[in-house]
T-cell receptor, first 113, second 118 residues
């Protein structure tokens, strides 16, 4: 089955700096890669996703890049703000019967004011 | 609108109690999911319903019993739980299931029910 690795487990940045979170996956059949942000006491919120036919996708201050050859994808947050502080989960899935989202372990991002 | 609602927000129950968690969405989604999340861990899939039929059961103990009365509602019936079942229970929905032909559909989570088993 799919295995998604997420490193590091914690990341601290100064407000205004950029943050990059990287995930690797093992199953070459995976073709959908969402990122979720989870704030304390809340459910995971889908913030951006990318499919295997696209190399990069942007939405305002966040972007995701995908390298299918190396089997890794990254979340880029520019001009970080304190409200970006949360746990971020990457995930991967493929299409087909019984496919499901496989999550990374999550990274705690802290943005220092 | 990508809202999934869950009730109750918090639940404390004894090991001999029977309780139910409720999830609702009005986005016309045809797939609904139950996940369990322990502190500082990612969500773990428990059940998937597609078109109101159970399509995936991730070998969940029978003390958890899901039910999908219609395409907007998902329930999780709890009976004889153990303290180790204490966790955040998340509901999610997507337009179609992950096995939808040709593409994977975005999955949206509710805020969760914080369950404590005493």
């Amino acid at each position: 089955g799919e295995n998604v690795e997420q490193h590091p487990s914690t990341l601290s940045v100064q407000e205004g700096d950029s943050a990059v979170i990287k995930c690797t996956y093992s199953d070459s059949a995976s073709n959908y890669f969402p990122w979720y942000k989870q704030e304390l006491g809340k459910g995971p919120q889908l913030i951006i996703d990318i499919r295997s036919n696209v190399g990069e996708k942007k939405d305002q201050r966040i972007a995701v890049t995908l390298n299918k050859t190396a089997k890794h994808f990254s979340l880029h947050i520019t001009e970080t703000q304190p409200e970006d502080s949360a746990v971020y989960f990457c995930a991967a899935s493929s299409t087909g019967a019984n496919s499901k989202l496989t999550f990374g372990k999550g990274i705690t991002l802290s943005v220092r004011p | 609108d990508t809202e999934v609602t869950q009730t109750p927000k918090h639940l404390v129950m004894g090991m001999t109690n029977k309780k139910s968690l409720k999830c609702e969405q009005h986005m016309g989604h045809r797939a609904m999911y139950w996940y369990k999340q322990k502190a500082k861990k990612p969500p773990e899939l428990m059940f998937v319903y597609s078109y109101e039929k159970l399509s995936i059961n991730e070998s969940v103990p029978s003390r958890f019993s899901p039910e999908c009365p219609n395409s907007s509602l998902l329930n999780l019936h709890l009976h004889a739980l153990q303290p180790e079942d204490s966790a955040l229970y998340l509901c999610a929905s997507s337009l179609f299931g992950l096995a939808g032909v040709g593409r994977t559909y975005e999955q949206y989570f509710g805020p969760g029910t914080r369950l404590t088993v005493t």
